[in-house]
């Protein structure tokens, strides 16, 4: 096939790229504008891959995608590119409605002109949409569980604009029949992800011996899942799923933030056994902040569906996860400090500027 991603230099679609090169021979394209975000070094070795291919544009740019598919002729389209910050969206939400709103709209404009194109030839063609649980807002202290018929109620303007762009989606499906595939995950977390994260910075503020900042009390709950555990079940679902269908993708693994963190700083003390002067513990370095407005308690994930129809779960539970992340960062530090550009500097972000 030949595979068109969108945001294949980010955290989950180089992980998808690298996935895929490594375990088929599918034609990847690589659609990326290299945001803040996007970083080329997670796709390593794979730049002179003769399989693999870069286009640095951005997906609202209609003219630019028009060519990129008549080009490349795709196959399957996963569409991952957005701003994925839940902090920055609260800082800055101009690129949120303009990327995962207008852009995903770009996206369907052009698949559906594509398809519409090549239906008669009977060329085959899907639109993933790789979407968040965050649509569907808050579970408080219930015990409920996200699934594939909860209410879409978003808290926050990056749940909000990723809930518009499924609703374009599931739109483009119903009205015109654009043949799509939808899922919606939980938190993920492994290489590769951007250092604003909750999990990334942790582990390099520990290493640095500086404050680990965590939102309110850190009781909120959150769903993780190990990237390739999700690229894993991306491509089971775009190479099974039926047509129109949506699947709510998770780990099983509930956690509070506070044990996040917690798990990560005795990782840190087993494999650092020199710590900064100051601390016998990365555990001293924890730091009770201000919550973040509209913060959500509670999302988790009830991942029975694509278990049932796809046949998938994870391989990972947090515990080998968190291991295989923390040892990464320690042997990354290159990466790091290349992505961390001048504009990015960990500040604390979530406060709408006037
Ligand atoms: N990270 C998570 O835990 C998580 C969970 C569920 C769903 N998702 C969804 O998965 C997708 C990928 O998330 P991620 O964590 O890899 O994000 P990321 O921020 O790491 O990467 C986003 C990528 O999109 C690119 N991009 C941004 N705006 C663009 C534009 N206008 N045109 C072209 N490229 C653009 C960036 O350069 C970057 O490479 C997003 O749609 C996100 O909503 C993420």
Same mark, same amino acid.
């Given at each position: ?5 969108? /945001? ?22 690589? !659609? ?35 060519? !990129?598919? &008549? ?6 389209? =996963? ?9 920055? &969206? ?103 992800? =951007? ?25 909120? !709950? ?28 998770? /780990? ?26 100051? !601390? ?37 539970? =947090? ?13 990354? &530090? ?7 550009? /001048? ?12």
């Amino acid at each position: 096939m030949n595979i068109l991603i969108t /945001g294949g230099a980010g955290f989950i679609g180089s992980a998808l790229i690298r996935w895929l090169l490594t375990n088929t021979k599918h034609k990847i394209i690589n !659609i990326d504008k290299l945001t803040y975000a996007g970083n080329l070094d997670s796709i390593p070795n794979n730049i002179i891959n003769e399989n693999y291919h870069f286009e640095r544009v951005d997906i609202v740019d209609q003219k630019a995608l028009s060519r !990129i598919f &008549s080009y490349y002729q795709p196959d399957l389209v =996963f569409h991952l590119a957005a701003e994925s910050h839940v902090d920055k &969206s609260l800082t800055n939400p101009d690129a949120f409605i303009e990327t995962n709103i207008n852009g995903t709209y770009s996206m369907l404009l052009t698949s559906y002109k594509y398809w519409k194109s090549v239906r008669s030839s009977n060329k085959s063609f899907l639109f993933h949409h790789v979407s968040t649980d965050e649509v569907f807002g808050d579970l408080g202290s219930t015990n409920e569980m996200f699934t594939e018929d909860s209410k879409y109620d978003p808290s926050s303007p990056y749940s909000a604009s990723k809930a518009s762009s499924d609703h374009l989606v599931s739109a483009w499906g119903r009205s015109f029949d654009l043949p799509y595939v939808m899922t919606n995950c939980s938190n993920n977390y492994g290489p590769y992800q =951007f250092p604003e994260k909750l999990i990334p910075h942790m582990i390099i503020n520990a290493t640095k011996g500086e404050k680990l900042p965590i939102y309110g009390n850190g009781t909120q !709950i959150r769903d993780w899942l190990y990237v390739e555990d999700h690229v894993e079940a991306l491509y089971k679902v775009a190479t099974s799923a039926k047509a129109f269908s949506h699947y709510n993708i998770g /780990g099983w693994n509930e956690m509070k933030n506070i044990d996040v963190v917690n798990m990560i700083c005795s990782e840190l003390d087993l494999l650092i056994p020199d710590k900064p002067k100051h !601390i016998s513990s990365f555990k001293e370095l924890i730091d009770f902040v201000d919550d973040r407005p509209g913060h959500d308690k509670r999302y988790a994930i009830d991942a029975t569906k694509i278990n049932n129809d796809i046949g998938w779960k994870p391989r990972e539970n =947090f515990e080998s996860g968190i291991k295989k992340t923390v040892n990464w960062y320690l042997k990354s &530090s290159d990466w790091v400090e290349r992505v961390i550009s /001048g504009e990015y500097k960990l500040k604390r972000q979530g406060i709408l500027s006037e």
